[in-house]
């Protein structure tokens, strides 16, 4: 049984837990295994069968490099030295160097049938690299109206591979928190949804997972990410018989004083629970907390508000 660390009793320790829990290598494959499972009688299987296979060339891609990190060591350190991402999304994007990255995944891709699928990919390979910059920018920055909803998977995937590739090569032991809870120490990129973890020296322990780079970082329990407040927060799961009253392996932590929520994986319940995957199996909890009038505040790459 995992041990639930309230606001305070980690303050008051004389150890404090560890900042990071960086995923495994093999992330992208691990969460195609997840979303394959998922997809099984679910109603979204066939999408959730598709940004598996995209996770299986983002794998491809982490584990075969196409360019090295973009950032110079002197400037990674001098952000960590002032508490800034080293990895910032914001300048990155602009930048462009993950656009290697995009070009890499649609080489990859294996063509699909004629299609709303096909239509799109079409429309990438067409597109030069100022409109691929721009829908990339667009994408980090929320405005999804500026962009093709059948775009985003493939664009946020080129996103997530450059990004995971780019985190492995840093000090991550230097890394220091962000701006706010809910802040991606390594790239600025807001979170993603919460893990409780279930083993070692993490058990018990809520991380956040980043929407981007998939650094996980620590935050302490039954505290709203966005305002900081502990005040009658709830927790609601979708209904499943198959799990007693506060056993759901995935439950949304839900704030009356900001009206947000943020959805997290408990993986005592689940072992093998996935951030992305699960977020994206569960967005019938999202419609629920929406028609509640609770506000989502942290974006999935893999899917368009509205789209899917």
């Given at each position: ?58 794998q491809q891609l ?60 079409q429309t990438l ?184």
């Open positions: 049984m995992s041990t639930i660390l309230e606001p305070g009793q980690i303050e008051a320790s004389a150890v404090m837990p560890p900042f990071l829990h960086l995923p495994a290598d093999n992330l992208f494959e691990l969460r195609a295994l997840r979303l394959e499972h998922l997809a099984q009688g679910h109603a979204l299987g066939e999408y959730l069968r598709l940004i598996a296979r995209l996770c299986r060339v983002q982490l584990d075969d490099p196409p360019s090295d990190v973009p950032v110079a060591e002197a400037r990674q350190r001098l952000c960590i030295s002032h508490g800034l991402p080293p990895l910032a999304a914001d300048s990155l994007v602009r930048e462009g160097p993950w656009l290697i990255w995009l070009q890499a995944l649609l080489d990859r891709f294996d063509a699909p049938a004629p299609g709303a699928l096909a239509d799109a990919l390979r067409d597109s030069d690299d100022v409109q691929r910059k721009g829908w990339g920018i667009a994408l980090l920055g929320g405005q999804y109206d500026a962009l093709p909803a059948a775009l985003v998977p493939f664009i946020g995937a080129a996103l997530q591979a450059a990004w995971a590739s780019w985190r492995r090569a840093l000090p991550s032991d230097e890394l220091k928190p962000g701006g706010s809870l809910a802040q991606c120490p390594c790239c600025g990129s807001p979170a993603m949804a919460g893990l409780v973890r279930n083993r070692g020296k993490h058990n018990g322990l809520r991380y956040l997972a980043c929407s981007l780079c998939a650094c996980e970082w620590h935050v302490v329990r039954v505290k709203c990410v966005y305002c900081e407040s502990s005040k009658d927060l709830r927790y609601t799961s979708l209904e499943d018989d198959r799990h007693g009253p506060g056993k759901a392996p995935l439950r949304a932590e839900c704030c009356p004083g900001c009206n947000t929520y943020l959805k997290h994986c408990y993986l005592e319940n689940d072992a093998v629970a996935e951030a992305l995957a699960d977020d994206l199996a569960s967005l019938g909890l999202d419609m629920r907390l929406n028609e509640e009038g609770f506000q989502r505040m942290a974006p999935n790459l893999m899917l368009a508000p509205g789209g899917g």
